[in-house]
């Protein structure tokens, strides 16, 4: 779990004014701060890259497979095997209610 939020560091789009330099930043918070206060976000998502993948007749699943035969000691034997090659993502998904974004620093509860 945790592999929605950002890893970069740098530039975060939620972060306050930021007015003033700090020296240890060494001046990049200024340049920093005019990015965030030229850019308006929202806290809210509301899509999302989607796990499901299309195979090749059309069909929509997280994985497929494929059973095949295999003879061992003149017993036959069906084993499944795991399908990765001519899948298709389905893409971004658009989300049935908003969700808050994982870098949204605010405390919903507290306890």
Sequence with gaps: MGGSGSKSRGFWPFAGSGIGTDPANGGNEQTLSRLRGSRSCTPFVFTRRSSLYYDEDGD????FYEETIVTKNGR????????????IPQGM??????????????VLCEV
């Design 60 to 63: 929509l699943a997280h994985e």
């Design 76 to 87: 036959k034997r069906a084993k499944l095997k795991k399908i990765q090659k001519n899948l």
């Design 93 to 106: 998904v658009k989300l049935d209610h908003p969700r808050i974004h994982v870098d949204f620093p605010v």
